[in-house]
C-alpha cells in the first residue's frame, strides 16, 4: 500500500538510490510488480516463508515489496549468516524461496545454499540476485523481466493482498543462544512502529535517508526503508561502513536523515 500510494502521488519522484541504480516511484513500482506476477508463477503461496538474504542493494527493496504484494512472509537474513544461522531458521520457517546473492565479499552462497537444501527438502526455488548465469539459480533479473503486466494478472495481484494483520516479516535478533531469534511482525505491527518513530523525528517527503547498516536489520527495515516509504523520502542504500564513503554519499545525495546502530 505505501509504495502504491508514493507512486500514485510522486510517479516521476526519485525514490530509491544505490551504488548501481536510480529508481523513481514509478519504475520501482513496475519493476516490483513485474517480480510479484513472476513470483505467483513461480508458484509462492499466500503465508510461504521465503528467505531474504541481500546485502544493502536495490534488488533487496524490489524483492521485500514484491513478497509482500503476494502475501509472503519475508524471513530476514543479514549477508554474513553462515550454514547454522541459515539452517536454524530454516527448521522454524520451513521456506520455500531463499534470495541472495551468488557471492558476496568473501562468501560464496552456492555452496552454502547446497547443503542447507540437504536437510531443508521444502527449499524448492533458488533465486540469485547480480549473478552470473547458473543452472543452479533462477537469476532474479530474469523474474522481473518476465513479469508481464496484463490486465489479468495485475487483478491476480491485487487479489493476493494480504490481510494486515497476517505476518508480514520474520526479524532475526542476536541473543544469549548464539543463534538468531526470529521474531514475527505483522503488517498493522510493523506500521505502527514505522508511524511512530519517524513523527518522532519529524519526517517528511522532502527527506533524504540513508543506510549504512544492514538493511535486513530491525532498525534499517523500520526506520530506514518503513520510515522512507511511509513518508515519500527518498532512499539511499549504501554497501559500505568506511566513513568516507558514507559522507561521500552524504554530500551528494543531500542526505537528511541517517539512522544508525
Not at 3 to 18: A, F, T
Not at 75 to 99: D, F, K, M, Q
Not at 180 to 197: F, G, L
Amino acid at each position: 500500500d505505501l509504495l502504491d500510494r508514493g507512486s500514485d502521488l510522486y510517479p516521476q519522484k526519485e525514490i530509491l538510490v544505490d551504488d548501481t541504480a536510480r529508481l523513481t516511484y514509478r519504475e520501482l513500482r513496475e519493476k516490483v510488480d513485474r517480480l510479484a506476477i513472476s513470483f505467483i508463477e513461480l508458484g509462492i503461496k499466500e503465508r510461504d516463508f521465503v528467505l531474504l538474504q541481500l546485502p544493502n542493494w536495490h534488488e533487496f527493496i524490489i524483492a521485500f515489496y514484491a513478497l509482500q504484494k503476494v502475501g509472503a512472509i519475508v524471513v530476514l537474513l543479514v549477508a554474513r549468516h553462515g550454514l547454522s544461522e541459515i539452517n536454524y531458521l530454516c527448521s522454524l520457517t520451513h521456506p520455500v524461496a531463499w534470495i541472495g546473492p551468488d557471492q558476496y565479499r568473501n562468501i560464496e552462497y552456492l555452496p552454502l545454499i547446497k547443503s542447507v537444501r540437504e536437510s531443508n527438502k521444502e527449499l524448492r526455488h533458488i533465486i540469485s540476485v547480480r549473478a552470473p548465469e547458473n543452472e543452479a539459480f533462477i537469476p532474479l533479473e530474469n523474474l522481473i523481466y518476465k513479469g508481464k503486466l496484463t490486465a489479468a494478472n495485475l487483478e491476480a495481484l491485487a487479489a493476493r493482498r494480504p490481510d494486515p494483520m497476517e505476518v508480514s516479516i520474520i526479524l532475526p535478533t542476536g541473543g544469549t543462544t548464539g543463534l538468531p531469534k526470529a521474531v514475527p511482525r505483522t503488517h498493522n505491527d510493523y506500521m505502527a512502529t514505522v508511524e511512530y518513530h519517524t513523527k518522532a523525528w519529524e519526517m517528511t517527503s522532502n527527506d533524504v535517508v540513508l543506510t549504512s547498516a544492514p538493511v535486513s536489520h530491525a532498525q534499517a527495515i523500520h526506520n530506514g526503508v518503513g520510515g522512507a516509504f511511509f513518508h515519500g523520502a527518498k532512499y539511499v542504500l549504501i554497501d559500505s561502513t568506511n566513513a568516507e564513503d558514507i559522507c561521500r554519499v552524504i554530500e551528494r545525495e543531500k542526505v537528511t536523515a541517517f539512522p544508525t546502530v
